[in-house]
């Protein structure tokens, strides 16, 4: 049985698609630098699926450890590459760290695989790389807009170096998820979402607000041309996510990919403003939100939700939880990790 590396298989996404090749009889190695995860979620991996992943803990970013990694892991049958910088904030302070990490390291890999034989590669994307797009649902042929952050960039950029390689490259295989908004935790609250400090996105900081660790939720504009004038997204439960990749691996292994490089939206199809998701909490929690209308946050886009025709034809994958099923897991998962934490500095 060949193995399966899963860069950054420690972070929120990586360790909830570990468990769900595990659970497909999958062998997986892990690696990750732990600098957005911890290596205590490979205890709550191994309570789920039984199995307790091998786990390296190394910088991608050394291309002399990732030559030595491939050297002696020779029968590495498929590559999930999650390991990058996902802070969007983040990217447009220090560019370079994301230029570096997130295509420096691809570049690294890539190499690596075009030394074997036939390889399989699954590249985590995002729904960022079509900015506002034209028109919704969102097809995968929608145009690429200039991207609005270095991060949103490096999604663009690192697609093109995929297509790149594998037009010249024949015995590489590689397909792109773009994830609309990935949310929720494990059924099983072993594993789930872990922000370091202030949470970026939405969904934690609405569960760290019900909780009581953030006094209150900004709401990001509420005068956008919408129904209820907030932004609308493509909530997506994370466990959706993960077996998307799983099927997205199938493909490749099982030759059924058309074209050596491909790319599927990773979205349930149906939109929800901010007020629909705060609704959403207020609905499975029985509790108020706190909340309150704020200014616009630069580089928001009114609205983005995947047209899913293409996953769920060709890939033979559908999301299957609801907005309100993500947000349980989600809430089930912050009452879980803040048992006794004091409420963190805002
Ligand atoms: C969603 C909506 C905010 C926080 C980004 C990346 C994407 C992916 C997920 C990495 C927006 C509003 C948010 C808050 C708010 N990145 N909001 N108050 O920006 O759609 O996507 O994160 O995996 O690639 O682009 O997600 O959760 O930050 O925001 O009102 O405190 O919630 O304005 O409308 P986003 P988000």
């Not at 447009?92 to 230029?99: F, G, H, I, R, S």
């Amino acid at each position: 049985m060949k193995k399966i590396l899963v860069t950054g298989g420690l972070g929120f996404i990586g360790s909830h698609t570990v468990v769900e090749l595990q659970n497909e009889g999958f062998e997986v190695v892990i690696i990750d630098n732990l600098s957005n995860s911890s290596e205590n979620v490979l205890d709550g991996i191994e309570v789920i699926s039984g199995k307790r992943p091998v786990f390296e803990k190394l910088d991608l970013r050394e291309k002399q450890k990732v030559q030595a990694f491939f050297a002696e892991h020779s029968n590495i049958g498929g590559v999930i590459h999650f390991a990058a910088s996902k802070a969007v904030g983040e990217s447009v302070e220090n560019p370079l760290l994301y230029y570096e990490n997130n295509l420096g390291v691809l570049v690294y890999i890539l190499q690596e695989l075009l030394k074997k034989g036939d390889s399989n590669f699954i590249f985590s994307s995002s729904c960022t790389v079509y900015g506002q797009a034209d028109q919704m649902p969102i097809t995968e042929d929608a145009p690429v807009k200039p991207a609005e952050s270095p991060y949103g960039n490096t999604k663009q950029v690192g697609e093109e170096i995929i297509k790149d390689t594998c037009k010249v490259n024949p015995q590489l295989a590689a397909i792109a998820l773009r994830y609309f908004n990935p949310i929720g935790a494990h059924p099983s609250v072993e594993i789930g979402e872990l922000p370091l400090g202030v949470p970026q996105n939405l969904l934690p900081f609405i569960t760290q607000t019900g909780i009581g660790l953030r006094e209150q939720l900004s709401v990001f504009g509420d005068d956008y041309p919408t129904e209820d004038g907030t932004c609308i997204r493509d909530y997506i439960h994370v466990v959706d996510v993960a077996k998307a990749h799983v099927a997205a691996l199938k493909r490749l292994l099982n030759t059924e990919n058309t074209e050596n490089f491909e790319v599927f939206n990773l979205g349930t199809g149906k939109g929800s403003s901010v007020l629909e998701v705060i609704g959403s909490f207020e609905r499975v929690t029985g509790e108020k939100l706190n909340y309150r209308i704020a200014p616009r946050r630069e580089g928001d886009v009114i609205q983005a939700y995947a047209d899913t025709k293409k996953a769920n034809d060709v890939l033979g994958w559908k999301a299957k939880s609801t907005l309100d099923d993500a947000m349980k897991s989600a809430w089930d998962w912050e009452n879980k990790i803040r048992k006794g934490t004091e409420k963190a500095s805002v």
